[in-house]
């Protein structure tokens, strides 16, 4: 690979990590948050909702915003809104900021999706694509479990004033006494910035989009939308995002509420060790299905996902503390199941189909609120129970989906 491509590629990678450093932190803060605004279950709910949402409004416009402007300056302004939305929440922390702040981060992260994988096949290679795709995956993954660790570092620091630690003491004089938590956004902010410099100066390749990574003419999305398997693989994706976040978003907050987990450190740990089984058991899924049909993956791996969130729920202790990490492992497979199972269902417009897809990803937005919603009427124990809702509908699609590709599998059979 030339040396100014793996520079770029580097550069994407990192993008990767930034990515899932900034999105997967929610879970972590949901008790505090929740605390230190003194929220209500669908006030807390309404977090995750201003993050995600702006995926729906977002995926789309982005696309075509990269077609006009570039990979460059959409990089830029990515960067510049999760700076902007990270910096003015540290400046002024209140929950109006917070979700005006979440949804002005997300739409920087909605943008960057849609950047960075051509980006990656262009500057990677085609022919190291695929393994640079499952190297940015293992590098999400690494971030969603180290994110999480920040917090807990950074928060009982702070509590228990260890002030000489030049970080921690300057943390300390920028956060408020009780909102020790925001210092996590203080962090994002130089994060943010330290990126925009990176990129000036750096020379990005031209991209080419295949055809199935342009978006496409509103033709292209009216006639997608006729096809039933459209809509219903839509579906499919806003309901596994709905599923991924609900546990990870609501986890360290029933720990903390059933069993007396301390959620700046045990918690905290939960979610941690959640997108860190989720990243080993997406190494295991690519291999599986290699050599297993796709839907017979998804069908068992989402049969024991629904296992460990029973155990979760309304397991002891110790059971609960250890089966929602685990079903973390279980979910894994269901992000590129859907999306290759969906693509496979049809014959054209793939780019446009995979914008419609990430739209799909508001499922974190608004099972959410649905979540927050049905804890503030009953009990939050009964409000995650919708989670078997959404994970009832992926597990549907491992019965209904008739790709018209079959994934390729490994044959251990000799050829006559």
Request: glycine share 10%; charged share 10%.
């Amino acid at each position: 690979m030339h040396k100014k491509n793996v520079v770029i590629v580097g550069l994407i990678l990192l993008t990767f990590f930034i990515i899932s450093f900034m999105t997967n932190i929610l879970g972590a803060l949901n008790p505090n948050v929740s605390q230190g605004f003194d929220l209500t279950e669908t006030m807390a709910g309404f977090l995750p909702f201003a993050f995600f949402i702006a995926y729906g409004v977002m995926s789309i416009p982005s696309g075509v915003l990269v077609e006009k402007w570039g990979e460059k300056k959409m990089m830029m302004l990515a960067f510049a809104l999760a700076f902007v939305g990270a910096i003015v929440f540290a400046i002024n922390p209140s929950f109006n900021v917070f979700i005006i702040s979440l949804f002005t981060i997300g739409t920087g992260m909605a943008a960057l999706q849609v950047v960075i994988n051509p980006l990656l096949r262009v500057s990677g290679g085609e022919e190291h694509f695929a393994f640079n795709s499952v190297l940015a995956q293992l590098i999400f993954g690494l971030a969603s479990f180290i994110s999480p660790q920040m917090y807990s570092y950074l928060v009982s620091n702070i509590n228990h004033g260890n002030v000489e630690k030049p970080l921690i003491g300057l943390m300390s004089r920028l956060v408020p006494e009780s909102l020790s938590w925001v210092s996590v956004y203080w962090v994002f902010a130089l994060l943010g910035l330290l990126m925009i410099v990176l990129i000036v100066f750096v020379k990005f390749p031209r991209v080419e989009l295949k055809e199935d990574e342009k978006f496409g003419s509103k033709a292209n999305y009216l006639e997608l939308f006729k096809n039933k398997y459209v809509i219903l693989f839509f579906i499919g994706m806003f309901c596994y995002v709905g599923t991924e976040q609900g546990i990870s978003y609501w986890m360290s907050k029933f720990l903390n509420h059933y069993h007396g987990f301390d959620p700046d450190t045990i918690g905290a740990d939960a979610v941690s060790y959640f997108w860190g089984l989720m990243t080993v058991g997406g190494v295991l899924g690519l291999l599986l299905m290699k050599l297993f049909d796709t839907k017979i993956v998804l069908r068992y791996f989402t049969i024991l996902a629904i296992v460990c969130i029973v155990l979760g729920l309304f397991g002891g202790a110790e059971i609960s503390l250890w089966s929602f990490p685990i079903s973390g492992f279980f979910l894994s497979i269901m992000y590129p199941a859907v999306i290759s199972l969906g693509l496979n269902s049809v014959a054209e417009h793939h780019g446009s189909f995979a914008g419609i897809l990430m739209t799909g990803i508001a499922g974190g937005a608004v099972v959410q609120i649905l979540i927050g919603g049905l804890a503030d009427l009953f009990t939050l124990q009964a409000g995650m129970l919708f989670i078997f809702v959404t994970l009832g509908y992926i597990l549907s699609i491992s019965f209904w989906a008739k790709p018209l590709v079959n994934n390729k599998t490994i044959s251990f059979k000799k050829e006559s």
